[in-house]
Structure formats: structure tokens, C-alpha cells
């Protein structure tokens, strides 16, 4: 009986999604001799609305997703290596395993920076180019001012900076990690900065975290972040 009703809802809804994918049902109800006549009125249907504007704003889509997991996959990265060093991410993982797992997320982070960047060239809202994405502050997107000092437009600059020692951190770690572990090591500091500079540039100009509650999730992460650096930096000499 269960079973049935299950299937009969899924059917309904099922046909009541297809009719409004395939068909043009932007209706209007008419009133002759007592009744309701209902006729179509021709029109886009919601699939094509949203083919056609997923064709106009796939470059905007891409920007925010590589970005939104861009994110994800630094602060991963942030808390999993602190716990590396402390010994913390051992009790839930296995040394190797949580070694190959956070070499994964750097990858991930990298290519998820270059989709970042890339989807920027095709983005139709906001206009930049191959040297803006790439040489801090020839933007002019939202110009920063403070306390009358013209900076540019700073917190693109910061995500251009970000992206520079990502990758100097990224291939460092690929092929360094074993062979010259010392320099390794201390270029992989410079991940802390690029914490810094990603959560300027996500919070300013961060499409998800203009305001609301991401926002503040935001913030709540990056003082996690700040104070579980904190306590690493301390024990930077015994690296």
C-alpha cells in the first residue's frame, strides 16, 4: 500500500515537472458560461529559461563554484596539516592515508585557483583580462581607499598575490617534500599568508559572502584558523 502511494506521488510529480520542462504552460484562465477554460500561452519554457541562461552565465556559475571550493579545500587544507604536525589528524586517519588526502586537497586547490581565474576571462558582468587575473593591481575593479590612501583595487590583488604563492607552496610540496624536506618546509609557511590573503579577497568580493549567515561562518572559520596558526607558529623551530 505504501509502495503504491510512494509511486503514485512520484508519477504526479514526475508528470508535473515534464509539463513544465516541455511545454510552453504560461497559463491564463478564462471564464465562459459559468467555467474555467484554461489555454496555453506561448512562451519559453522553464527548461529553455534555464538553458538559455546557463549558456549567458556558465562563466559566473564556474567563477563562484571553483571559488566556493577553492575555499573549502584551503581551510581543509589549513586545519588537516596543523593537525599533520600536532599529531591531532592521526586519530582519524592513518599517517599515510592522511598525508596522500592532504596532497589530494592541494592539488584540488590548485585547479580549482585556475578555474577560478580562467572563468574570469569569459565572465560577462565584470570585465577582465589575461593581465589583470595576472599581475596584482592593474584591475580597477572596486577601487579600495582607507583613510583617504588610494590602494587600487586591493583585494583582487590579494587573490593575485594568493595565487602566486599557492603555486610556489603546490609544486613545492610535489616535488620537494621528500628530497629537500628543509626548504620544503619553510616555504610551506607561506600557506598561513595565503590563508590571509584568500580570506580578504573571499570576504570583499565573495559573491555567497556579502552578508548573511555564510558571512559570518566566514569569519568564525577564519578566527579558527587564526588561532590554530597561532598555536603552530609557536612550535615553528621544532619543524
Do not use: C
Not at 590548485?110 to 560577462?124: A, E, K, R, W, Y
Amino acid at each position: 500500500m505504501r509502495k503504491s502511494i510512494l509511486l503514485s506521488i512520484v508519477l504526479v510529480i514526475s508528470l508535473s515537472f515534464s509539463v513544465v520542462l516541455f511545454r510552453p504552460i504560461i497559463a491564463e484562465s478564462v471564464n465562459t458560461s459559468g467555467g474555467v477554460v484554461v489555454r496555453s500561452i506561448q512562451g519559453p519554457t522553464l527548461h529553455q529559461q534555464i538553458v538559455e541562461r546557463a549558456k549567458n552565465s556558465w562563466s559566473w556559475y564556474v567563477v563562484r563554484g571553483s571559488g566556493i571550493i577553492a575555499a573549502i579545500a584551503l581551510v581543509i587544507l589549513m586545519l588537516s596539516g596543523i593537525g599533520l604536525v600536532t599529531g591531532h589528524t592521526f586519530r582519524f586517519l592513518e599517517p599515510i592515508t592522511a598525508w596522500a588526502s592532504h596532497r589530494a586537497l592541494g592539488i584540488v586547490f590548485g585547479v580549482s585557483i585556475v578555474l577560478h581565474m580562467t572563468g574570469l576571462l569569459f565572465d560577462h558582468f565584470v570585465s577582465f583580462n589575461l593581465l589583470n587575473i595576472l599581475v596584482p593591481w592593474l584591475s580597477d575593479y572596486k577601487p579600495v581607499t582607507i583613510f583617504g590612501v588610494q590602494l587600487g583595487s586591493l583585494f583582487v590583488a590579494l587573490g593575485v598575490l594568493a595565487f602566486y604563492l599557492a603555486i610556489v607552496v603546490v609544486v613545492s610540496s610535489l616535488l620537494w617534500v621528500e628530497k629537500k624536506q628543509r626548504i620544503w618546509k619553510l616555504i610551506h609557511i607561506l600557506s598561513y599568508l595565503v590563508m590571509a590573503f584568500v580570506f580578504v579577497h573571499a570576504i570583499y568580493l565573495g559573491t555567497d559572502l556579502a552578508n548573511g549567515v555564510f558571512r559570518w561562518i566566514w569569519i568564525i572559520v577564519g578566527i579558527i584558523i587564526a588561532v590554530v596558526s597561532g598555536y603552530r607558529l609557536r612550535r615553528s623551530r621544532s619543524i
